[in-house]
């Protein structure tokens, strides 16, 4: 089995992994401007997305251009989160450098598109292909393949603690190669329980106070965490941008999330925003808690609050998840200013950040490779790969993190000759 590298090593974003030239594994682009995509332009057999995150299925409607029309596999949220985040990158970006895609592109994804359910395997490119429940978000899925003389199993992303939305990994499967994330190799989480405490009592004392409070929340898994937490304590909110309609669509699909009847209680007990005639400036003067996209405060409606909350101390930005290098959302934790309009502006707003990650930090990555001690380990998706497989090493694990590019081969073997 040939495993070849065209994105996500050591690095976060655009992860795409080519197996045996035929079977891709994901195909997602980063968050800088330009965006940075897989390299090698691949022409595929078949395509399996793991889970449906930008960094891991930005870039897939660009698989299709041309006479190129490879099934693609996933599960349904994936397919309807992939497709949901190609349409706003073309709302946003279309006809520009940080849209690899065209609108053609993207409406082809129907006719390619083949889903699954977890443990139900399938043929693709040859290969044997099941999808295992990798806790992540809902539909995100550790991708096992077997070629007949080598089973491998990519990862994707995962959490192998339980999240309000969707319940931990728990499938292991004998493999000879893992291809395994490591966001955070050199993290370990505090525990959820009390996350969620100090969330709640902050955003109920700034609430006491007369103040407002803005909760920059991904559209796709955070913001239905954040409603879910909110209804669980009775904290009213608002939800605004895309994660009202990613709401709406994970109540189609009750089999892959964790509590079908919370989430319908989370949304029914949300106030749905539709930004009509100034609805988001009476909001934010209102004293509430809004949850919004985008998480980084790259775009969407929190660069509408923002700027009306900014200037009063008693007003409060809360995020909820890791701010990639060069943000707004990352500047304005680390400088309290950020840009607004065109102009870096300073926040007087009280700035906080809670880790409610749906990956697996250092304790639960090396919980799940515990697994897979006599295993060859290809780590990749972490800005500290090469350290983490190292470390692993060093524990006697057979380990090492490749190159972009670059091409791993895995001996065949004997039993499955």
């Not at 990798?134 to 994707?156: E, Q």
Request: hydrophobic share 35%.
């Amino acid at each position: 089995m040939e495993i070849e590298f065209l994105g996500g090593t050591s690095e976060i974003g655009r992860s795409a992994v080519l197996v045996n030239g035929s079977l891709l594994l994901d195909f997602g682009m980063s968050t800088d401007n330009p965006p940075r995509l897989p390299v090698g332009d691949p022409d595929p057999e078949a395509v399996v997305v793991s889970h449906g995150h930008l960094d891991h299925a930005g870039a897939v409607p660009a698989l299709l251009s041309g006479d190129s029309r490879p099934p693609i596999h996933w599960t349904p949220p994936t397919r309807e989160l992939t497709t949901t985040l190609a349409r706003d990158t073309l709302k946003l970006h279309g006809g520009s450098y940080r849209c690899p895609f065209t609108e053609a592109e993207l409406q082809r994804l129907t006719q390619v598109s083949r889903e699954h359910g977890y443990r139900e395997t399938f043929e693709a490119a040859g290969h044997e292909v099941t999808l295992f429940d990798a806790g992540h978000i809902p539909g995100s899925a550790h991708v096992l393949v077997d070629d007949g003389d080598a089973r491998l199993l990519y990862t994707g992303d995962f959490h192998t603690d339980d999240q309000r939305l969707v319940s931990r990994t728990t499938a292991r499967p004998d493999v000879d190669v893992v291809v395994c994330e490591s966001t955070y190799s050199d993290v370990q989480h505090d525990d959820r329980a009390g996350v969620e405490e100090r969330f709640v009592r902050s955003v109920e004392t700034t609430l006491w106070e007369g103040g407002t409070v803005v909760v920059p929340a991904f559209a796709i898994g955070r913001t239905q965490e954040m409603l879910l937490i909110c209804e669980a304590y009775d904290v009213p909110c608002y939800v605004d941008g895309m994660g009202q309609g990613v709401t709406e669509m994970l109540r189609r699909h009750p089999t892959f999330v964790r509590d079908p009847d919370a989430l319908r209680r989370a949304k029914s007990h949300a106030r749905f925003v539709t930004g009509r005639d100034g609805q988001r400036r009476r909001i934010a003067d209102q004293g509430a808690a809004i949850v919004t996209t985008s998480g980084m405060l790259t775009g969407g409606p929190a660069m509408t609050y923002v700027p009306e909350i900014r200037t009063n101390p008693t007003n409060k930005l809360t995020f909820t998840g890791y701010q990639v290098e060069g943000t707004p959302g990352r500047e304005l934790l680390e400088t309290g200013r950020t840009e607004i309009d065109g102009r870096i502006m300073p926040v007087s707003a009280r700035i906080e950040s809670y880790d409610f990650s749906a990956h697996a930090d250092r304790e639960g990555l090396l919980g799940f490779l515990s697994t897979y001690e006599k295993t060859t380990l290809l780590v990749n998706h972490g800005d500290r790969c090469g350290a983490f497989a190292a470390e692993l090493c060093e524990d006697g694990y057979d380990a090492r993190a490749p190159g972009l590019g670059e091409t791993i081969t895995v001996p065949s073997t004997p039993a499955r000759r």
